[in-house]
């Protein structure tokens, strides 16, 4: 499939430690890729769905252990040791290459090795990149071809090149004790064993596309960000972009394909999908910040998803789609998680694969999907997907949004007063966990822009360089924001309404970068004057609500500066001075 002799000679290293019986390129073609889902379906490593209701969708279920991205067991390694520091669990890699190659010897003996060559990034674009990933699993295999362009295309993009990222993924869900997820930024390398889990062992996504990504961006001198991308076209047909970025279920997937509420569908606004989860940021010969999204399908969250939160992402699932740990309904082969529809099957599957009654199941306060459940839906399937998708150049970014989980502290949404305070601000993020990493749910943790479990270097340096950024791109940069949709009341209900509804903030952010909106200057940043949220048509909001929901508590907002600097001492000497400036600042003006 390639005379590309540095792919040769790696795959050929990989066959003699890992010792498979036979080894298979993935091509990309349809005909291959039939034969290993027929394959995958005889040894019950996936079921086939209802044809007629679901074409092309299986259902897959990871061991019980193995359901969410493993943090502690995450690890970064480079032989710079200023980068183990706060959030990046960080190891010599002389020495994890020790501990484990032994782990990876003669791993596929009796097995077959899958090669995927993958592209991240539309082919042809100088911003894309390639990998290569060799895998024993089918499950891998076939959620690759989704969310990659895996194949003869991906090669082409490479050409002769050495410039390729390395992965080695083998054994899903087998030994807990020993799973690791392990990047090489140096060498460009990926090392998974061990786990089954999407995020560990998709290696073009979280290991290359993020953590490998952001090292190859500090060095290169561009972002890899974990931002969803969205257009937002007006009547006249101008599209404005917005990138996003949201931890690990907070709402990015379903902000990415929000619907517009009638009060903007009728005057002609239109909002387009490029990405859900990932951007890779460079600076245009305009100067001005361009987006490239490097996937090509969606990873999402199940539960939640229904026909009212989110229709685009529900018919994006309809074909060709990889289910894993949500329920299987019984009664017609087709699937169901919590929220989908307010009943459950009778006759269903929960997610471990025991057959129960579902509403007894609920009732005795079990969940029939796994919180962390999720869909590889190709993004061709989208009906609101961007016609810039496959853009090489991208989408040049007007406003960026960082956000998170916060039940009080955090204000519907506010800007910030210049790109320094933006960094502080994304610095400063905090958001309660979820089950899309291991772990505690529901306490908060800072989370600087969603990066935490993502960072591939030193993350004082990580800061410095978004501080870099700012200064090349000058008055052409995006204006930064922050966002809260989970704000909370005294009863603990959610008191903005979410979803498509978000856009009515969003729009409040495009007028600010336009200098068509007013602002009241508070101690936190830019907040909107409250009648500025358009709340037409809204049940139950009113302009009191809004107001509360800007409401900034300075005594919650001292202790929130404290955790930052906190987080600042914790993280060492690399965090730029510019960032203990600005936290300085916040603090005297809370003060005032
Ligand atoms: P992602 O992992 O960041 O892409 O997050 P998702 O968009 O998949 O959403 C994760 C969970 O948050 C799902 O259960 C959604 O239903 C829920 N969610 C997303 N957006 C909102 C929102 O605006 N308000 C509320 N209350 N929940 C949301
Ligand atoms: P998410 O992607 O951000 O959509 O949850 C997967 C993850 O971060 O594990
Ligand atoms: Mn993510
Ligand atoms: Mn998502």
Known sequence: MTSNQHVLDWVKEMEELMTPDKTIWIDGSEGQLRALREQAFA???????????????????????????VEDRTFICTSNKADDC?????????????????????VMAGRTMYVIPYCMGPIGSPFSKVGVEVTDSI??????DIMTRVGVKALRQLGDSNDFVRGQHARADIDPENRYIVQFPEDNAIWSINSGYGGNVLLG???????????QGYKEGWMAEHMLILGIEDPQGNVDYITAAFPSACGKTNLAMLIPPEVYAKQGYKVWTVGDDIAWMHIGDDGRLYAINPENGFFGVAPGTNEKSNPNALHTTMKGTIFTNVAHNLENNTVWWEGLDKNPPEDVQEWTGLAVDGKEYIANGGKLAHPNSRFTAPAANCPCLSKEFNNPNGVPVTAMVFGGRRAKTAPLVYQSFSWAHGVYVGSAMASETTAAAAGAVGVVRRDPMAMRPFFGYNVGDYFAHWLEMGKKLGDKAPKIFNVNWFRTDDEGHFIWPGFGDNMRVLMWILKRCKGEAEAVETAIGYEPKPEDIDITGLDGVTVDTIKGLLDVDKELWLEDVKGVEELYAQIGDHVPAELHAEAAALRERLSK
Not at 88 to 105: G, I, Q, S
Not at 205 to 215: M, N, P, Q, T
């Open 43 to 69: 040894t019950g490593e996936l079921t086939e769905l209802n044809q007629e209701e679901l074409p092309g969708c299986v259902l897959h279920h990871t061991a019980k252990n193995d359901v969410a991205r």
């Open 86 to 106: 706060m959030m990046v669990n960080w190891m010599d890699p002389n020495e994890m290459k020790a501990k484990l190659l032994p782990l990876y010897k003669n």
């Open 139 to 144: 499950y891998v295999v076939l959620n690759m």
């Open 205 to 215: 996504k979280k290991c290359f596309a993020l953590r490998i990504a952001s090292y």
